[in-house]
């Protein structure tokens, strides 16, 4: 019995005896981009230098998953909120034709979202593209469902990036991928 209260207590929260999470060890350079936020503003890369971040992808006429990934990051927001400016939250539209900066801004004030730490990324189709399908890996696009109707498809992992720019995990927007997201921003943050 003593044995099973020493495996818990070691393996608590990732950490190892008092010792803090070891960072993950995925290593995947990011290249580097420039879009537009919610406000209108270029923001990209060199915005985020120097934090951990993690982002999401969605767009804002979605009615199922998307409104989940956004609660889920709205979680991990409020739930980091003790690394203050070091974690920060960056959503991607996969449908920047619709997502405009004012739809984006609009979709945020509707969802009670709080946006200091929080940018919403929108821009040319091609950029987006390229940034989410050949920079994060992420599967997105639209198909003609039938004549004249599209749907959009995306990927729904979240994705932790470093202070450097460099992606160290894919985490599934569920209760353990949160928990394991915070878990190694904090790891990441403190580095």
Not at 74 to 81: T, V, Y
Not at 96 to 125: I, S
Request: aromatic residues 8%; contains cysteine.
């Amino acid at each position: 019995m003593a044995l099973v209260a020493l495996v818990a207590l070691v393996s608590v929260g990732g950490a190892v005896l008092g010792r803090a999470a070891e960072p993950p060890a995925l290593r995947i350079p990011l290249p580097a981009f420039e879009l537009t936020d919610q406000r209108g503003q270029r923001f990209g890369q060199e915005q985020l230098r120097g934090r951990v971040w993690i982002a999401d992808f969605i767009f804002t006429t979605c009615p199922t998953v998307c409104p989940k990934l956004t609660q889920r990051m709205k979680e991990i927001q409020r739930e980091g909120r003790e690394l203050g400016d070091a974690l920060h939250l960056v959503t991607f539209t996969v449908d920047p034709e619709n997502d405009t900066p004012e739809v984006l801004a609009a979709y945020a004030t509707a969802q009670g979202l709080k946006l200091d730490g929080w940018t919403f990324l929108t821009g040319p189709l091609d950029q987006i593209e390229s940034t989410v399908v050949k920079g994060f890996k992420i599967a997105m696009g639209k198909q003609e469902s039938s004549p004249g109707i599209f749907s959009i498809f995306h990927g729904e992992r979240l994705v932790l990036v470093d202070k450097e720019g460099v992606i160290r995990g894919y985490y599934e927007a569920n209760d353990d991928g949160i928990d394991a997201i915070l878990r190694d921003a904090r790891a990441l943050a403190d580095l």
